[in-house]
């Protein structure tokens, strides 16, 4: 059976890259004072992901696999913005093992071609409550932006 998990959805761990930051390194996340509501997925990153309005002419340059995923994703990707360098963490709840047991941490980078996607779309809670590991997806810069 899976235990619970603790989700922490967009944890920033940068500062937003806009104005002068815009094609700058990273910068430490700005620091916040008492609790911060991590329960909602933070925008993903300005992306431009291929047009598939018209199914004819995008299967003419994708295979029907991609264009069936791509169907499921774009949904996802509505929500932009620039300031978008967040983590989302699943931790392992108070399970059979507790909340102080040691926990391998994974985690994980889409790596789908630099120029779409994000870590909101990968759900790492069933991993985290299955495999009792932590596991952390992230949002980075992509195409002309990264």
Known sequence: HLE???AFLGV????PPVGNARYTPALDPIPWSGTRLADAMPPVCPQKY?????????LENMPKGRYMYLRR?????????ENCLHLNIYVPGSGNRGVDAPYA?????QG??????????????VLTSYG???VVTLNFRLGILG
């Open 105 to 109: 941490v994974i985690v994980f980078v």
């Open 4 to 6: 619970p998990v603790e």
């Open 12 to 15: 920033p761990y940068a500062s």
């Open 73 to 81: 994703l774009i949904p996802l990707l509505a929500n932009q913005s």
């Open 132 to 134: 009792h590991v932590i």
């Open 50 to 58: 291929p047009d598939i309005s018209n199914m004819t002419a995008a």
């Open 112 to 125: 789908e071609s630099y120029d779409w996607n994000s870590g909101n779309v990968y759900d790492g809670s």
